[in-house]
C-alpha cells in the first residue's frame, strides 16, 4: 500500500513540476534580476549600474554588495510626477481598451458560438489569420490607413463627409484603433471557447418560462460565460498596460505610457536602475490582482461541507 501511495506522489510531482519549472526559469529568475538591479544605483560602465554582484558564496564578498543597496529607484517613482501619470495614462488606456474589446468582441463570439459547426472552424480561422502577418507590419499598415493622406481621409473626403483631412494618427484616438484591432482575437477566442460550451436548451428553458430574449442573455448567457469575460479580460488588459509598438508608431510624441517610459530609461537615458524599479512595480501590480482572484476563485470552487 505504501508503495503504491509513493508512485502516486511521485505521478502527481512530475505532472505538476514541469509548469512550476518553467515559472521558475522564465518568470521568477528574470524578475529576480530586475528586481536586483532596480536596487542598485546608475553608473557610467558596462552593465550601467552599480553595485555588480559577485559570482562567489563566501559572505564577505556579498556583504559591501548588501550594504550598498537601497530604495532610491523607487522613491523618485513616487516623488516625480512623470512615472505617475504615465502609470495613470496607461491604466487608463488599458481599461478603455478593454472594455472596448468587450463589447465589440462578445457579439462576434456569441455569432460564432451560435453558427452551425461545420462554419465553426472557418470562421475561428478567420480569427485567427491576422497572427500569420507580423503586429508591426500591420501597425505600418494602420499608419497609412490614418495618416492625413491615407485611404481612411481619401474616403472622407471622396464622400464629402468632411471638407479637409482628419489628423487621427499620433492621436489617442490612433492607439484606441491599433490597440484594439490588435488584441481583439485575444477577446474573442476565450469568449468563444466558454459560450460554445453552453447548452442552449438552458436560454430555450428561460424563454419558455416567460424571459425575453435580452433577460435570458443577461441571466443566462452572460453568467454561463463569466469565466471567458475574466480570461480575455486578463489576456488584454496585462500586456496592454506595457505595450509599446502601438504608442510608439501611432501615437503622438506627448503620449505618456509606461512602456515607452521604460524604452527611454532603457536605451535612451541608460538608467537601468530606475527602469528596472518601474517593470517591478508595474509587475507587482499587474500580477497581484490576477493572484487575489485566482484564490478567490479556488475558494468559491471549493466543496462545501
Not at 29 to 50: D, G, K, T
Not at 100 to 119: E, H, K, Q, T, V
Not at 172 to 190: D, E, H, K, R, T
Not at 241 to 269: H, K
Request: proline share 8%.
Amino acid at each position: 500500500m505504501s508503495a503504491s501511495v509513493a508512485a502516486g506522489r511521485r505521478s502527481r510531482i512530475l505532472v505538476v513540476a514541469p509548469p512550476f519549472l518553467w515559472l521558475a526559469l522564465f518568470f521568477l529568475a528574470p524578475f529576480a534580476m530586475v528586481l536586483r538591479i532596480s536596487l542598485s544605483e546608475p553608473a557610467i560602465a558596462q552593465p550601467p549600474y552599480r553595485p555588480h554582484f559577485p559570482w562567489s558564496l563566501e559572505p564577505e564578498a556579498w556583504r559591501p554588495v548588501l550594504e550598498a543597496l537601497g530604495l532610491e529607484n523607487y522613491r523618485t517613482l513616487l516623488a516625480d510626477a512623470l512615472y505617475r501619470d504615465a502609470a495613470l495614462s496607461s491604466f487608463g488606456l488599458a481599461a478603455t481598451s478593454t472594455i472596448l474589446l468587450l463589447f465589440l468582441g462578445y457579439p462576434i463570439a456569441l455569432a460564432m458560438a451560435r453558427a452551425s459547426s461545420n462554419w465553426r472552424p472557418i470562421l475561428v480561422g478567420l480569427v485567427i489569420v491576422p497572427f500569420w502577418t507580423s503586429l508591426l507590419i500591420r501597425v505600418y499598415a494602420w499608419m497609412a490607413i490614418l495618416s492625413p493622406e491615407g485611404f481612411l481621409n481619401r474616403a472622407l473626403l471622396g464622400l464629402g463627409i468632411v471638407e479637409q483631412p482628419l489628423q487621427i494618427l499620433n492621436t489617442n484616438a490612433a492607439i484606441l484603433i491599433g490597440i484594439v484591432y490588435s488584441y481583439l482575437p485575444f477577446m474573442i477566442l476565450p469568449l468563444y471557447a466558454s459560450l460554445e460550451r453552453q447548452d442552449p436548451t438552458l436560454v430555450e428553458a428561460a424563454s419558455d418560462l416567460g424571459a425575453s430574449r435580452l433577460k435570458a442573455f443577461w441571466t443566462v448567457t452572460v453568467p454561463l460565460s463569466m469565466s471567458g469575460i475574466v480570461a480575455g479580460t486578463l489576456l488584454c488588459f496585462i500586456p496592454i498596460v506595457g505595450e509599446f509598438i502601438v504608442p510608439d508608431l501611432l501615437g503622438g510624441s506627448e503620449t505618456l505610457m509606461l512602456g515607452r517610459t521604460l524604452w527611454s530609461e532603457f536605451f535612451s537615458n541608460r538608467d537601468w536602475p530606475l527602469a528596472s524599479a518601474v517593470a517591478v512595480v508595474m509587475t507587482i501590480l499587474l500580477v497581484g490582482p490576477i493572484v487575489a482572484y485566482r484564490n478567490a476563485e479556488a475558494r468559491r470552487l471549493e466543496p462545501r461541507a
